[in-house]
């Protein structure tokens, strides 16, 4: 009888599987040899990784110091006008209106890109600060569009053109600047509807008064009471119609409801 293998495998046990290497190497053996190349490239991407996060940092770094530039100088807008300052005072202020706005201005220019988010608010600052030129160019370049912003700022061309002819000695130049501030107000609202439209026929009647045409002052006027009868201007409004010799016109009765029958 022949002897039995000790090392047999125990037929008890199952079948025997057997492991076959296939191809010869393994994923390892494929990899050594680029191993150098995609080190390199994983390197790379490291550094552009890096180098993206690193340009993400920095611009919103940017906008910050931007926006905090933005915040101090609108604070500085908002300070106090003491023209005799006593010693006992300690919050900082200005003498005048026109150094608050230089120094408000100044501080905007810092600001960077964020100064558009107060763009007209530095508008009429330079107006304030008789930066007249500076602030027509502002006020222009605002007051493309039909929005709020762009209304107010047509106003602004208005009131600066208006500032220049006051200031002009030249009387052919003070017409000229007269006309160009009638025609800027009459383009601000276009719209008997829309936003300011009250403020704009009054301007209109204040340059036609200063022009020497106070008889075509009277209807914008009128128009004015018209179309917003509680507006903030009527006292004003009343007053130059008086002044003019027009009548005012009475507020007209609120319509009856109109009675639907069941």
Do not use: C
Not at 45 to 70: D, H, N
């Amino acid at each position: 009888m022949a002897r039995k293998d000790d090392d047999a495998p125990d037929p008890s046990l199952g079948p025997t599987v057997t492991p076959v290497h296939i191809g010869g190497d393994s994923i390892v053996d494929r990899l050594l040899p680029h191993v150098k190349k995609i080190a390199a490239a994983a390197g790379a991407l490291v550094v552009i990784i890096a180098a993206f996060y690193t340009w993400r940092w920095y611009q919103r770094s940017k906008e910050e110091k931007a926006t905090t530039a933005l915040v101090k100088g609108l604070e500085l807008g908002d300070r106090p006008i003491v023209a005799e300052p006593k010693p006992e005072d300690t919050e900082p202020s200005y003498k005048t209106y026109g150094e608050r706005a230089e120094a408000t201005v100044a501080a905007l220019a810092k600001a960077g890109q964020a100064r558009g988010a107060a763009a007209l608010f530095e508008a009429n600052q330079l107006l304030a600060a008789g930066k007249l030129d500076a602030a027509l160019a502002a006020f222009k370049k605002l007051g493309a569009g039909d929005g709020d912003d762009a209304v107010l700022a047509r106003e602004g061309v208005g009131v600066v053109l208006e500032t220049q002819a006051a200031a002009a000695t030249d009387p052919a130049a003070k017409q000229a600047l007269l006309e160009q501030a009638l025609n800027a107000f009459r383009a601000v609202q276009p719209d008997d509807k829309g936003l300011r439209r009250d403020y704009a026929l009054y301007h209109e009647a204040r340059v036609l008064t200063g022009m020497g045409k106070p008889a075509e002052a009277a209807a914008p006027l009128t128009r004015a009471l018209e179309l917003v009868p509680e507006t903030a201007l009527k006292q004003d409004i009343e007053n130059q119609l008086a002044a003019l010799g027009a009548p005012i016109p009475e507020p007209k009765a609120p319509a009856a409801p109109e009675i639907v029958a069941p």
